[in-house]
């Protein structure tokens, strides 16, 4: 007899795209050519100077265990990009390493919710979050939005799911995945003023920070001294396998985060530790990629509209386009999936991101090259007109 299986994990959703990665990966072995508008990753490596200080430390270093928090320097260097970027001090007692943003989550919401808290979040939104929380035995309150309050969420939303039943915290992503919209900094100070005021805890993702073509980011640590701040290497750092990311934590939650972490993990990998610190140098070839990235958007923004998908959602950040295709199906698993056998382009169905409504969109992501958007359009093209 095999043991139990947990019903926690049996609440957890499959991650869709990577159904779609991989059957992009069974056309590709078949022979065929696809372009990647399925995946949510810069299509670059590391920045060189992160790459330099890896070498250098794998000669010097023995690699060991480090502080279960973070390596000093690093913290003391992330600390340094909140004065540089958004002319903020932050302790570096409060920045805590992570193994991505992905483990930042874990230890954010076991610190800040007990099993049965409600936690609001938008949909569409990225699909972990809810995921995380349902393993967690938390519960995720969807606040339906839509492109009128750029997908993001709002102070009356919050209150009506706040009267239903009280919410213990709130998970804002600006810019989003999927949508690259974003709140501006009037928003998000109501919306951590609203969360403060109610004992709820803000958590702000702002994994995309870095990477923004409209409007600027405000972190949550400039207008609200209780929200806990997710970050990471991934987006515009380039780093995703590297697997390092950090929280910006309030005091009070600083010793009860240390004592999970150094249960769970022991301590970020060292290696990637070291590379994160350099990365910090890297800022012109860092931007050189967000600027490929805006003529992405901008290509895909003038081209798709010819091609019948021409209810796009402009992004002000992230490397996503939303698109409603609801006008051309009610079922964007299956057209997606008619997209790649058919014309050689994987995209996203918006059903990861959306549950409730996702059938009628799905999500472009625009990391790779421009040479790669430029055909991704034509291949769209000659599909539609068959
Ligand atoms: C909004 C958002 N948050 C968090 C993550 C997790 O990234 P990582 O664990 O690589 O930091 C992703 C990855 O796509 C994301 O899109």
Known sequence: MAGKISRRSEAVDPFIVMDVMAAAAAKEAAGGTVIHLEVGQPSTPAPRAALAAAHAALDADRIGYVAALGMPALRERIAKHYRETYKTEVSPERVIVTTGSSGGFPLAFLASFDAGDRVALAAPGYPAYRNILSALHLEAVDLPTSQADRFQPTVAALEKAHREKPLAGL???????????????????????????????????????????????????????????????????????????????????????????????????????????????AKDELDAHVHRYRANRDLLMAGLPAAGLDRLTPAQGAFYIYADVSHLTNDSRDFCQRMLAEAGVATTPGVDFDRARGAGTLRISFAGSTAEMEEAVRRIKAWRKK
């Open 171 to 281: 998970i804002v992503a600006s810019p989003s995945n999927p949508t690259g919209t974003m709140v501006t900094r009037a928003e998000l100070a109501a919306l951590c003023q609203w969360c403060d005021a109610n004992h709820v805890r803000m958590i702000s993702d702002e994994i995309y920070h870095g990477i923004v073509y409209e409007g600027e980011t405000t972190s949550a640590v400039e207008v609200s001294d209780h929200a806990v701040v997710v970050n990471s290497f991934s987006k515009y750092f380039s780093m995703t396998g590297w697997r390092v990311g950090w929280l910006v934590v309030p005091d009070e939650l600083v010793r009860p985060i240390e004592r999970l972490t150094q249960n769970f993990f022991i301590s970020v990998p060292t290696l990637s530790q070291y590379a994160a610190l350099a990365a910090f140098d």
